[in-house]
């Protein structure tokens, strides 16, 4: 067999479904066997596109999910997208194409050090040499990216090597590590100092999700009766509607939620991820008492020095926590509940037009089920997604938040139908998000799937107008020109519905997610909100 074939067969030996990318000369071999393989190899427009999509579906099933390209300008497109699922903790691994071996050390034609460009962007990154360590290289590469926290491997292939011959050799056995559980010890200490506590609040990180304990969160804050708020990335862990919830945190600006983190005396953060949210913006004064409870250490910051850290195996810890404590009394953060939820439910029956972002995902939230996936870009409507959009379940609304990068959004909704095909998948884009990897729209035609794409259009990249306002009063070169976003849907062969007023919405909502293929809804949105949310926020003074 050829290195090439070897190579698949090593996929295929990892429950690989699909290969996301792009053919390139450079991997013909690779290409080539893969006609005789069950993995599907899913074309995408763009290298960027086909890492991103594998960064969600790694997000999603916690299997890596695996994107291909050719050397030189086909993997430097794949970095962005391989960055963001290493700093949002996806499994990904990417597979390369490169030049043949003699000809690596001089200045030849499309060649670059690929190894050491993803080195900062994997948690692996290493060169194919010889056929008969594929096998070693490809578990190593499936094992790294999936071993919490998990993220990215890169294995580059180059041309030589895949079409070598080497004897028939078999994949290595897949084994999965154990995680260890947290010792007693810290356990027992643990629940002391929670009965001990005055006023605590859990933050409960994407950490949660990946180590499958969402009903284990909630069982457990129910049983201590302490107020939960979820990171950007943990939304859903604890049901929006849940008595206990605050929401999300994570908001630059000291949002309401915010508030119940100054009252607290003690903070439980569970598979919390500094990546997402800077402790320095819930402890300033380095005054909280602060428990971690994660399967990996914490990282070092000054504004987050430990009372006791519990490492191991969330689930486990939770129960032996929970086992030595009876069910704490009300403190004055449950009161701000209630005024949390109301704020979160404003605007809910408001007319204006263009639409306020509040107003979309509450109407949103109305058109969907609890186990429908929304998927975030970046920009304004992602803080707007965070603060409002009530995710009943984890998993169901999907934020980058680690790199945040833009464009993520219509390849992560091609991600999400094919990992969960009986659910509705949107994607919410800003305008300008959603022109950077538009042309996936294709390959989600191509793919059959049924996907609607809500576009947030303020001809803006409002998120800087945002920021501008806020730091100088006065915004510059944010503005764009969009096209006739129904005539772009139509000209790929998909849908598209401009929403016209604010009673349009539902309607064309339920139109597109009936539509049975790709659908474009443009609705205008009206981010006046933006800055009077800052101007609330900085006059909010106390919620109780
Ligand atoms: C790839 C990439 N480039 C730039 C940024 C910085 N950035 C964050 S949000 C944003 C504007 C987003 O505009 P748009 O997609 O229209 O969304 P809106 O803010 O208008 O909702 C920019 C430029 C980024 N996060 N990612
Ligand atoms: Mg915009």
Known sequence: MKAAELLVKCLENEGVEYIFGLPGEENIDVMDALIDSPIQFVTTKHEQGAAFIADVYGRLTGRAGVCMSTLGPGATNLVTG?????????????????????????ESHQILDLVELFTPVTKYST????PEIVPEIVRKAFKTSQNEKPGCSFIDFPENIAEMDIPDTQPLKVQYAREPVAPSGRCTKAAVHIAESRAPVIMVGNGVIRSKASDKLVHFAEQVNIPVATTFMAKGVMPASHPLSLGTIGMKSKDFVNYAFEAADLIICIGVDMVEYHPELWNPNKDKKILHIDRRPAEVDQHYILESGIIGEIHDSLKRIMSSLDKLPDSPIHKMIPIIREELNKHKDDTGFPIKPQKILSDLRTVLDAEDIVISDV??????????????????????????AMGIALPGAIAAKLAYPERKAVAVCGDGGFMMNNQEIDTALRLGLDIVILIFN??????????????????????????DFVMLAESFGAKGYRVESVEDFIPTMNKALNDGTVSIVDCPVDYAENMKLTEQLTSLKSLI
């Open 458 to 483: 303020d001809s803006k990249y409002g998120l800087i107008e945002w920021h501008q306002l806020r730091h100088f009063g006065r915004a510059t070169d944010i503005e764009f020109t969009n096209p």
């Open 379 to 404: 920009g304004a409507h992602k803080m707007w997604i965070a603060r409002n959009y009530q995710a009943e379940a984890p998993n169901t609304c999907i934020i980058s938040n680690g790199f945040a």
């Open 82 to 106: 391989i960055a963001d699922a290493n700093m949002d903790r996806a499994p990904v691994v990417a597979i390369a194409g490169q030049g043949a071996t003699t000809r690596l050390h001089k």
């Open 127 to 130: 060169q194919v040499l010889e």
